[in-house]
């Protein structure tokens, strides 16, 4: 299984607004940064077939530019609670692996999406730290996300998708 970790685009700051965080929308920025994620990552060959993201505004807002480039619908698109800020990953392999694809897209926050990482490749201690708008890309043996089991492939920044 490939799983793509995306980390949310550029949002507006919180000390900016007055919005709840999980209502904050993505700037300007952040809305090209999504757009750019779904011209490069169908051109790396990544082929998405469920993706999974957080109920925040700024996770939809990032997702829609990769649902309509990989032609998602229905079931294919899982709003994940357990992606929202503070998920655990244990909690987010659960639910992901309830509804396997060989090819998965998650979609959520930083320092959540970093610690995903590190517990897939086995390292807790790990410091993979995914910016706004860049992608960890893990690859695992079998159809299942679990502890230890994974191997990080590549990492890029947001300038370089």
Request: hydrophobic share 45%; no cysteine.
């Amino acid at each position: 299984m490939d799983v793509y970790l995306i980390r949310h685009a550029e949002a507006i700051d919180r000390e900016s607004t007055d919005v709840p965080d999980e209502q904050r929308p993505l700037t300007d920025a952040g809305r090209a940064q999504a757009e750019r994620l779904a011209t490069a990552l169908p051109a790396r060959g990544a082929l998405i077939q469920r993706l999974f993201l957080s109920p925040t505004i700024r996770t939809q807002q990032t997702a829609a530019p990769l649902v309509a480039a990989w032609r998602l619908a229905g079931n294919d698109v899982v709003e994940a609670t357990e992606l929202a800020p503070e998920g655990k990953p244990r909690k987010v392999a659960k639910r992901v692996n309830k509804q396997p694809a060989a090819v998965i897209g998650l979609v959520g926050h930083r320092p959540d999406l970093n610690e995903l990482a590190a517990w897939l490749i086995g390292d807790k201690l790990a410091q993979i730290a995914i910016d706004k708008g860049g992608v960890a890309l893990i690859r695992l043996p079998d159809n299942e996300l679990e502890k230890g089991a994974g191997e990080l492939v590549w990492l890029l920044p947001a300038a370089w998708v």
